[in-house]
Each structure stands twice: as C-alpha cells, then as structure tokens.
C-alpha cells in the first residue's frame, strides 16, 4: 500500500492511498468462499453450487463488501501508520476502482488536533472599561426590591389599571354557558394581558358587589376552533379590589431582606459594594476578550471542523436546556438543535480557540496552580460569599468540585500574566453606557 500525506487547511490531513489489486484479490476470494458455504441455489445442495452460479447470484454483494472491507482497513492502517492523530471519521473521497487487475486509488480526509504556536502576546494596548457606581443605580436596585416585596391588599374604590380584581366570570355563546370559560374568584391582574384582548379593559372601573355583562370576540387564531371569531358575552361578578402595597424604605425593610441590615444605610452600602464588584466581573471579562481576540487576530491558526462542530452542538444543547427551564418549547420558534448549532458556529470557534491560546500560554510561561494557589482562593472566594471554608468546599462540590474550580483559578493566573504583560489603560463609564454597549454587542451577535 503506497500512502502520501499532504498537509489542508482546517488542520486537515489529505492520505492518498493505493492499495494492489491483488490485496482486493485475496480478500475477494476469502469473501467468495464463506458466501460459497452458505448460499443457497434451487437445484444444488447448500455449498455446493458451481462458482459462476454462485457470482451470478452474489457476485455483486460479494464485491461491494471485500471493497468497503479492503478500503477501510487500509484507511485504519494508512492512519497509524502515519502517526496520525484522528479526530472525529475519516471522510473518504475520490474512490477509483476500474477493474480486478487495477490498483485501487482514493482519498482520506482526517481532522488532526491543530498544531500552532502562540508568539504575539505582549507589548499590545487595551483599555479597560469600569463602570462606575452611582447613586441611582443603588437607588434602581432598592426600587426592584421594594417591587418584589409589595404586595396585593384588599383597598376601596373601583377597579384600575394595576390593580387585582377578583372575580366570578361566566361565558355564554348564543345563551349557552360555555365550562371552559367560566370561574369563581379569579384574581385577575388589570393590564397583565392574560385574558382575551378587551376582557381587562371592560373590568376597569367596576366596584366590589356590582355584576356587568361585558362582550368579547374571541380572536381568529384562538386555539379552540369553536370560539374562534366568536362574540362571547362575560358576566362578570366583582368580589374584591386589591391595590400593590409598596412597603417603607426603613430599617424594618433592611432588616427583612437580611437580618444583618440593621439600617437602610446598611443595606445600601452592601449593595453598592456588589455593584461595584459586579462592574469589576464585568470589566475583567471585557478586557479578558478582548486580549483573547487580539491574540487570536495576531496568531492565527486553524482548528478543525470537528472541534467547532461538537462545541457547537454543546451550545445549543445549553440552549435547549434554558429554554426548558423557562417551560418554553423552541420548536414554537422554529429552533432545534441543528439550527441553533448552526448559529452557535462562530462563537463557538472562538471560544474554542481562545481555550487553545491560553493553554498554550500557560504551556510556554509554566503556569499552573498549585493545591496552595486552589486553596488560597478557596478561601478568597468563602469570605467574600460568607461563607465558611467548608461550606464553600461543599457547595462547590455540588457545583462542579474542586477541579472546575481549579480552572478557574487558572485562567484567572493566565488573565493576570496577560495584563501584566501588556499595557493596560482604564477608562471610567457610567453603567448606562456598559448595558447599552452589552445590548448592541448581543444584537449584533443575534445579526450574524
């Protein structure tokens, strides 16, 4: 068997292969003499059916599967052989086959882990953008929590928009109760859109004991065919009006969010101190792309098909998973994993490469952490969570364990060598200016 390799783009091998036809020969004949044993022919006994019988019967099988058989052992040894280290199923390609007594040629297409160097990785600018922490921004996040901790109270006056009415409906299509449509104290959410478009809006203004008949059609593509379109006459029975009760910004409210707030001023500096490290998380993450990118650009590399094409299907499946979580079927969407896949491509391209980069520097300036450097920031990470060491220990276990925290811990040494060795600037912008730069990133990424 004669073998070439040639070096392709994607870090792809091409093997040229010929194999003698008399390789095809041998295992043609071994093929023959097992189907000779067992083929049945009318008018001869098992195995015993003169050859030209037996070819006109099974030659055609025979051939196909002593050549699939000849090709694929040659592909398995022309791989080994060579010391190739195969990623994902060899494609073969070009298959030349003319006659018995002609060599047979063709093709092998193999994926190879990509061999590259990281040279470019210092000496460059970038700018690391920190949002600074308002006071409007602590004050966003005491409003969310004071949303969160309202509540719905029983209050006077007629129903509005906001508001909670709790109600007895009863549906009727031409003098005909309709079961499906009907229900008794119903706490129905003014302005929610959780009823049919003009149900809400016709509660508004009615008061606790008053019963008003309302008229609402249905929509054309309401899911039960026999509504739809239809005008449904509601009579509604209005029991009970409740208001949102926003409560106190005081010292009760911080100390119900976290006994450990005795004061409102407590609570606000423990929220500043999270948005600041927040924006901190934020603007590592940023910077650390961003160097990641520009070594990626100054080094460049192929990787193939494969390893993108499996890091993709990893995203998706993440996808699908979230969608799940949120109880939403993406298929409503026209989403699979295949599609989505195929719009994780390219990110997943680069998160593939930028694992490749900073292996490799790690690799070149022996970074690696230490148990000492794991436990170090073990316990870095438990005061800052406050937790004890233990407890840390525990939930990390439950969220991955100690080696997904080790790489953690690595690429953060890699993040710090990388922005040690090249000039870093910091640039202060607002958090508005972060969020809109994040929303037009995610669009642009969604535009792709």
Same mark, same amino acid.
């Given at each position: 068997m004669k073998v070439t390799v040639a070096d392709k783009e994607k870090s792809q091998k091409e093997l040229s292969v010929e194999i003698p036809a008399q390789v095809y020969k041998d295992t043609f004949e071994k093929e023959f003499d097992k189907a000779a044993k067992t083929v049945k022919v009318a008018g001869f006994r098992q195995g015993k059916a003169p050859k030209d019988v037996v070819l006109k019967e099974k030659g055609h099988a025979i051939r196909v599967y002593a050549l699939e058989h000849v090709i694929n052992e040659a592909v398995k040894n022309a791989i080994e052989e060579n010391g190739i280290r195969a990623m994902g199923q060899p494609e073969v390609k070009d298959v030349k086959f003319e006659d018995d007594d002609s060599p047979i040629t063709f093709k092998v297409y193999v994926d190879v882990f990509p061999t590259y160097d990281i040279e470019k990785f210092s000496g460059f600018e970038f700018t690391k953008e920190i949002n600074s922490v308002e006071t409007a921004d602590v004050d966003n996040v005491l409003d969310n929590l004071l949303k969160r901790q309202a509540a719905f109270e029983p209050a006077e006056g007629a129903v509005e928009n906001g508001c909670v009415a709790v109600i007895d409906f009863e549906g009727k299509l031409n003098g005909e109760i309709i079961p499906q449509a009907c229900a008794k104290?119903?706490?129905? =959410?003014i302005g929610? &859109?959780? /009823? $049919?478009? &003009? /149900? =809400?809006?016709?509660? %508004? &203004? *009615?008061?606790k004991g008053? @019963?008003?008949? %309302?008229? @609402?059609? /249905?929509?054309?593509?309401?899911h039960e065919k026999s509504l739809a379109g239809q005008p449904v006459v509601f009579t509604i029975t209005l029991h009970e009006v409740k208001k949102k009760a926003t409560p106190a910004l005081d010292d009760a409210f911080a100390k119900n969010i976290n006994e450990k707030y005795e004061t409102v001023d407590a609570l606000k500096k423990a929220i500043e101190a999270d948005l600041k490290s927040e924006? =901190?998380?934020?603007?590592?993450?940023?910077?650390?792309? !961003? %160097?990641?990118?520009?070594?990626i650009e100054e080094n460049p590399f192929d990787i193939p098909a494969v390893m993108v094409v499996e890091q993709a299907e990893k995203l998706a499946e993440q996808t699908l998973r979230q969608y799940s979580m949120y109880g939403m079927n993406p298929e409503q969407f026209g989403l699979?994993?295949?599609?989505? !896949?195929e719009?994780? *491509? !390219?990110?997943? =391209?680069?998160? $593939?490469?930028s694992a490749l980069v900073i292996n490799k520097i790690s690799e070149k300036n022996n970074i690696n952490p230490t148990d000492e450097d794991v436990e170090k920031a073990i316990a870095e990470y438990a005061e800052k /969570?406050?937790?004890? @060491?233990? #407890?840390?220990?525990?939930?990390?276990?439950q969220y991955g364990g100690i080696n997904s925290f080790r790489n953690t811990v690595f690429t953060n040494m890699v993040y710090d060598y990388l922005t040690a060795n090249n000039k $870093?600037? #910091?640039?202060?912008?607002?958090?508005?200016?972060?969020?809109?730069? %994040?929303?037009?990133?995610?669009? !642009?990424?969604?535009?792709?």
């Open positions: 104290e119903y706490p129905l =959410e929610s &859109g959780n /009823f $049919i478009p &003009g /149900f =809400e809006e016709q509660v %508004i &203004g *009615m008061n008053e @019963v008003k008949d %309302i008229t @609402v059609t /249905f929509p054309e593509t309401y924006a =901190e998380d934020l603007s590592k993450d940023a910077l650390y792309n !961003a %160097i990641l990118d520009k070594l699979n994993k295949k599609k989505l !896949a719009q994780h *491509m !390219a990110n997943a =391209e680069r998160q $593939i490469k /969570f406050e937790r004890s @060491v233990d #407890e840390f220990k525990k939930e990390l276990e $870093i600037a #910091e640039k202060v912008i607002s958090k508005a200016e972060r969020d809109a730069k %994040i929303a037009e990133a995610s669009q !642009a990424a969604k535009e792709a």
